[in-house]
């Protein structure tokens, strides 16, 4: 499996994690989650999860308002509770 916009593989053998990171920078905001092979049961199951909470996020964040160019702090809170629940 190889790396997408936003999603980078980790399959280091020396390292205890081996699954998808999530990780996206918008309106001075970064948003960042892992998605362990482990806990989704494979590979696969992970980056689906994880695509699909890229998918949420990016559809949040295009729905917000900016202040001075920033996201304000409910799209932040909207985006934070949204990956402590996947």
């Keep these: 499996m190889k790396s997408k916009r936003n999603l980078t593989r980790f399959t280091y053998e020396s390292t205890a994690f081996q699954g998808w990171r999530l990780c996206i920078s918008r309106g001075g905001a970064t948003f960042t989650k892992y998605f362990s092979d482990k806990q989704y049961g494979g590979g696969r199951k992970a980056l689906e999860?994880?695509?699909?909470?890229?998918?949420?996020?990016?559809?949040?964040?295009?729905?917000?308002?900016?202040?001075?160019?920033?996201?304000?702090?409910?799209?932040v809170r909207k985006v934070e509770k949204l990956l402590r629940s996947v």
């Design 49 to 75: 999860a994880a695509e699909q909470a890229l998918e949420d996020i990016k559809e949040i964040i295009a729905r917000s308002r900016r202040v001075n160019g920033k996201l304000n702090d409910t799209t």
